[in-house]
T-cell receptor, first 113, second 112 residues
Framework: DAGITQSPRHKVTETGTPVTLRCHQT?????MYWYRQDPGHGLRLIHY???????DKGEVSDGYSVSRSKTEDFLLTLESATSSQTSVYFC????????????FGEGSRLTVL | GEDVEQSLFLSVREGDSSVINCTYT??????LYWYKQEPGAGLQLLTY?????DMKQDQRLTVLLNKKDKHLSLRIADTQTGDSAIYFC????????????FGKGTKLSVKP
């Protein structure tokens, strides 16, 4: 299995509170991604990073920010969580090789009450 | 924008073949992928096909690509109960191989 760790794996929080999810990799891969998975929507890309301090928006970036200060860590922050951000969040990594294969973490389930 | 469509459910009997279909809109995708998600887990790459190929076979898996119709299919021969999972079609976009657009996933149920 690819060395990807997401934390926390489960979190319940209240509307309006800040939340940070962490993705840690031991593969030294250049690219890192945050997706959210929701019933009826599949996986949607939130933000991605193509290097330290280099990030870009995905399809559903509103309400989310990211930071990557080290190759191994990619943080996803919800500045003020809303109920619509209740979801399962997946981190993925890629070496950016020819086939673009993504390796996924096990997911972080976030519930916003 | 880019769109990837799949049917949401498929039910088959153990030992039968399963065919999961996918259509997409971006014809510039270089690679097209099938990922598998088992309950409570992340996605794992099952197989992929390069856009200049029509077919790729890998043991029980056969991928067919019709570029003209923008149609991708995954056939699983001799389907087993362990194949029960959600299968996602994905295509790359934006010129970057790692930026993938996923379909909503097809939940495959295999009945004994």
């Amino acid at each position: 299995d690819a060395g990807i760790t997401q934390s926390p794996r489960h979190k319940v929080t209240e509307t309006g509170t800040p939340v940070t999810l962490r993705c840690h990799q031991t593969e030294n891969h250049r690219y890192m991604y945050w997706y959210r998975q929701d019933p009826g929507h599949g996986l949607r890309l939130i933000h991605y990073s193509y290097g330290v301090k280099d990030t870009d928006k995905g399809e559903v970036s509103d309400g989310y920010s990211v930071s990557r200060s080290k190759t191994e860590d990619f943080l996803l922050t919800l500045e003020s969580a809303t109920s619509s951000q209740t979801s399962v969040y997946f981190c993925a990594i890629s070496s950016g090789g020819h086939t673009g294969e993504l390796f996924f973490g096990e997911g972080s389930r976030l519930t916003v009450l | 924008g880019e769109d990837v469509e799949q049917s949401l459910f498929l039910s088959v009997r153990e030992g039968d073949s399963s065919v999961i279909n996918c259509t997409y809109t971006d014809s510039s995708s270089t690679y097209l992928y099938w990922y598998k998600q088992e309950p409570g887990a992340g996605l794992q790459l099952l197989t992929y096909i390069f856009s200049n190929m029509d077919m790729k076979q890998d043991q029980r898996l056969t991928v067919l690509l019709n570029k003209k119709d923008k149609h991708l299919s995954l056939r699983i021969a001799d389907t087993q109960t362990g194949d029960s999972a959600i299968y996602f079609c994905a295509v790359s976009f934006g010129g970057s191989q790692g930026n993938l657009i996923f379909g909503k996933g097809t939940k495959l149920s295999v009945k004994p």
